[in-house]
C-alpha cells in the first residue's frame, strides 16, 4: 500500500487563487521531505526541499513566496502555489524517505497533483 | 546540455521483443544511478538500482559505465504490461539526501 499520501490528486482552480497540497507519510517520519514538478513530456524538476522545523531551501529558479512550503510535523508537508496562473498548471509530486539512514531505494513518492489554472 | 540524457522515444516493439535503453550524465560526481517506471500522471516507481557490477532482476538488466558515465536498461521478453515511460534517475550529491535528478524519460509501447 501508499506510504506516502498526496491530496488533492486533481485540481482546477482560477486564475490568481491559491491552491494548498497536502503530502503525507503514513507509517513513518520524515524530516525531509521534496517536491517536485513535472510539465507534459518532460522530466520531474526537484522545487525544493523541505525540512521538518525549519525553512524550505528551494532551488534555483524555483520562486519560495509563490510557492510556500510548510512542514510543520514529522508526517506532513504543504506546497502552496499563490497566486497561481496557467503557466503554474503542472504535475506537482512530493516524496520522503522512510529510512533515516537515506537509503534512496526507501525514498517513496506520493500519487502527484495534476494542477489546471484556467 | 541536461545533466541526465535520454532518447525521448517513443520506443515502439512487439510484444516478446528485446529493448534498451540508453542515459549519460553529465555530472562526474553522481553517485547512486536508478531506473524508475513512470505511467502516465502516476508517480514514478523503482524500476532497480544500477551498479558498476551491473545487476539483473529478471526480465531486466541494468548496467553503469562510470568512465563514460553511462547507463543502460534492457528489458527481454516485452509484455504489454511494459509500456510506460522509463526514467534514468542519478542522485549528484555524495551524500544520499534523496535529491534526484531526472532525466526526461524514454517512452516504451509495447504491442501485441
Given at each position: 500500500g501508499a506510504v506516502v499520501s498526496q491530496h488533492p490528486s486533481w485540481v482546477i482552480c482560477k486564475s490568481g487563487t491559491s491552491v494548498k497540497i497536502e503530502c503525507r507519510s503514513l507509517d513513518f517520519q520524515a524530516t525531509t521531505m521534496f517536491w517536485y514538478r513535472q510539465f507534459p513530456k518532460q522530466s520531474l524538476m526537484l522545487m525544493a526541499t523541505s525540512n521538518e522545523g525549519s525553512k524550505a531551501t528551494y532551488e534555483q529558479g524555483v520562486e519560495k513566496d509563490k510557492f510556500l512550503i510548510n512542514h510543520a510535523s514529522l508526517t506532513l508537508s504543504t506546497l502552496t502555489v499563490t497566486?497561481?496562473?496557467?503557466?503554474?498548471s503542472s504535475f506537482y509530486i512530493c516524496s520522503a524517505n522512510r529510512d533515516r539512514g537515506h537509503n534512496l531505494e526507501k525514498l517513496f513518492f506520493g500519487s502527484g497533483t495534476q494542477l489546471s489554472v484556467l | 546540455r541536461k545533466e541526465v540524457e535520454q532518447d525521448p522515444g517513443p520506443f515502439n516493439v512487439p510484444e516478446g521483443a528485446t529493448v534498451a535503453f540508453n542515459c549519460t550524465y553529465s555530472n562526474s560526481a553522481s553517485q547512486s544511478f536508478f531506473w524508475y517506471r513512470q505511467d502516465c500522471r502516476k508517480e514514478p516507481k523503482l524500476l532497480m538500482s544500477v551498479y558498476s557490477s551491473g545487476n539483473e532482476d529478471g526480465r531486466f538488466t541494468a548496467q553503469l559505465n562510470r568512465a563514460s558515465q553511462y547507463i543502460s536498461l534492457l528489458i527481454r521478453d516485452?509484455?504489454?504490461?511494459?509500456?510506460a515511460t522509463y526514467l534514468c534517475v542519478v542522485n549528484r550529491l555524495r551524500s544520499n539526501t534523496g535529491k534526484l535528478i531526472f532525466g526526461q524519460g524514454t517512452t516504451l509501447q509495447v504491442k501485441p
Open positions: 497566486s497561481a496562473h496557467p503557466e503554474d | 516485452s509484455k504489454l504490461s511494459d509500456s
